[in-house]
């Protein structure tokens, strides 16, 4: 995020070259390094997160299976204490800082062969809540674009609504009722 930033700054002063650390990192790192950088930014929302961290699953579960094996071989029994088990949702959330439950329905959201692609777009611009389009996964794809398009217009009025009352509020009356959500 600041390296960008430096670049532009760079480029506006003229200078050709920057200085810059490079890390050697395996695909799985570097995955995880950008994931940690953008926790809970304004770049990335939580659908985006869990998509990126999502592609870390093998590697959990990969981490999960040895833990087993090493757990069989040095007790003689396949049982794990609490300690060494390895949780493979709670870890892609951990990674993605999420929750558990939404990596859950991130991951139906991305399986469902009906998913409209409006929904999945304001999923992916942070338009509406991982929870919202989990539950309006369910319709039929003519109703999820319905859905989108009333949640898109209520949101809309309540914006105009809004922006009413402070204007009226603004030129002096104070009587106007304070508007919540």
């Not at 040895?66 to 709670?90: F, P, T």
């Not at 469902?112 to 692609?117: S, Y």
Request: aromatic share 6%.
């Amino acid at each position: 995020r600041s390296g960008y930033a430096l670049w532009k700054l760079a480029g506006q002063r003229g200078r050709t070259t920057l200085s810059c650390i490079e890390y050697d990192l395996t695909d799985t790192e570097a995955l995880r390094w950008l994931l940690e950088k953008h926790c809970r930014s304004d770049r990335l929302n939580a659908f985006c997160r869990i998509i990126l961290a999502l592609e870390l699953e093998p590697w959990f579960k990969e981490q999960a299976r040895s833990n087993q094996q090493v757990g069989g071989r040095s007790k003689g029994s396949s049982n794990l204490s609490e300690a060494e088990k390895v949780d493979v949702r709670s870890k892609i959330a951990l990674a993605a800082s999420a929750s558990a439950g939404n990596v859950t329905k991130v991951k139906t959201l991305t399986a469902t062969a009906g998913l409209d692609r409006g929904l999945l777009e304001a999923l992916r611009n942070g338009e509406v809540s991982i929870h919202r389009a989990w539950k309006w996964s369910r319709e039929q794809p003519a109703r999820q674009r319905e859905a989108l398009w009333d949640y898109r217009s209520n949101k809309g009025v309540r914006q105009a609504i809004r922006l009413l009352v402070l204007t009226h509020r603004a030129k002096g009356s104070v009587d106007a009722p304070a508007l919540t959500d």
